[in-house]
């Protein structure tokens, strides 16, 4: 371990990071919270929810479908890129993407989605958060589709805070 990296670590193990607050960290809170999801058929989807842990640098979502699938994602700010970074994990699909909020107001997303099979099959991928004047926020994903090369929609979901239904 260099001195630099040891001086760090022992910084660290000292001293309470300072939280992760203000832009950019605060760029997706608008996503924290305890949802119910409706697809655009008006049918629920399934419940959302996602936390802000480490001190506010990461937040985690934990889904639930109504068939009971469940997947996870992390979402921080990477410093290293200076960009929003989530990854996804289910028992089937991974999806690795970053980006940031546009002039919109929205977080989007683009990267790759990974599905479990042989061989894994892997696609262009895109996702967008929208945050909407009465409180919801609509999720939209979209895969791209080499045979066609159009960008296909893969989900549509319309976010509503579990706590007021």
């Given amino acids: 371990m ?14 309470a990071p ?5 832009a950019p960290y605060d760029d997706f809170d608008f996503w924290v919270g305890t949802w119910n999801v409706h ?3 008006g049918q629920l989807a399934g419940r959302n929810v996602i936390t802000e842990e480490e ?34 994990v289910s ?3 991974t999806i690795n993407y970053s980006g940031g909020l546009n ?10 989605i990974a599905y479990r099979q042989d061989p894994v099959a892997t696609f262009p991928f895109r996702g967008k958060w929208t945050p909407n004047e009465d409180g919801t926020v609509t999720q939209t994903f979209h895969q791209y589709n080499p045979q066609t090369e159009k960008w296909d929609v893969w ?8 706590e007021a239904e």
């Fill in 155 to 162: 989900f549509i979901g319309e976010y509503s805070r579990a």
């Fill in 91 to 93: 028992g089937g699909i």
């Fill in 18 to 22: 300072p939280p992760c607050e203000g």
């Fill in 2 to 15: 260099t001195f630099i990296a040891a001086s760090l670590l022992s910084l660290s193990l000292q001293q």
């Fill in 103 to 112: 002039d919109s107001g929205e977080m989007a997303l683009e990267g790759m």
């Fill in 39 to 41: 697809g655009t058929n």
């Fill in 55 to 88: 001190s506010g640098c990461l937040l985690v979502e934990r889904w639930t479908n109504t068939g009971g699938v469940t997947g996870q994602s992390y979402n921080f700010y990477d410093l290293e890129t200076e960009s929003w970074r989530q990854v996804w």
